[in-house]
């Protein structure tokens, strides 16, 4: 997958979904859910139990689809490395870390790190990254993003805090908009899951 692969994902579902805490033994039913509400690109965090291991059995399940997954909280070149090698196709990060933007282009992967200023947002651009993720985007207005934007020549993702409430507001401005929790929580049913993203993608004007 290349960045207008994505891009055109993104037009067609501006959504990223964000699994975090998900175990392997659950993480085919949960993500097929997503995909049969609609959902396109699914994160799968560093920090969830055995995380490489549910990204390899997703890929795999996914291989012949139109859903890409990718990995989240991702803090070091030898993280990235191994969602390669687990099959992940792109590298979600909540800071901007040089090293890892470098070693996730060098082995052809898509490059997400989050900023949170200007200069965050230029470092990340000057090393590689393909979109940037304004990480945590809840706690300022969308109008925020309008004005990066105005010098920061990139596609934007807002993550971390964005909800069915004001996703539209931030979308007015992104690509995209990761989302947790107004997807999946422990306790939901996959039929609850899969409703969870038919509705979510119903608001999106």
Do not use: W
């Amino acid at each position: 997958m290349n960045k207008n692969d994505m891009s055109l994902k993104l037009k067609s579902c501006p959504i990223v979904a964000i699994l975090r805490g998900i175990t392997p033994s659950e993480s085919i039913n949960i993500c097929q859910a997503l995909a049969d509400g609609g959902i396109k690109l699914i994160e799968i965090t560093m920090n969830s139990p055995s995380a490489l291991e549910s990204i390899e059995l997703v890929a795999k399940h996914f291989e012949n689809a139109d859903v890409e997954i990718g990995a989240g909280t991702v803090l070091t070149p030898e993280e990235v490395k191994a969602v390669q090698k687990a099959g992940g196709k792109y590298i979600i990060s909540p800071n901007c870390n040089p090293a890892v933007i470098q070693k996730t282009k060098e082995l052809g992967l898509l490059s997400l790190p989050g900023v949170f200023t200007v200069s965050e947002a230029f470092t990340a651009l000057e090393s590689g990254a393909d979109f940037l993720k304004l990480f945590p985007a809840g706690r300022l207005a969308p109008e925020y993003i309008k004005d990066m934007k105005a010098v920061v020549p990139a596609d934007f993702l807002a993550v971390g805090g964005v909800s069915p409430s004001n996703l539209n507001a931030y979308l007015q401005y992104t690509v995209g908009a990761g989302i947790g929790s107004a997807l999946y929580k422990t306790d939901l049913s996959m039929q609850e899951i899969k409703s969870n993203a038919e509705n979510l993608l119903k608001l999106i004007k």
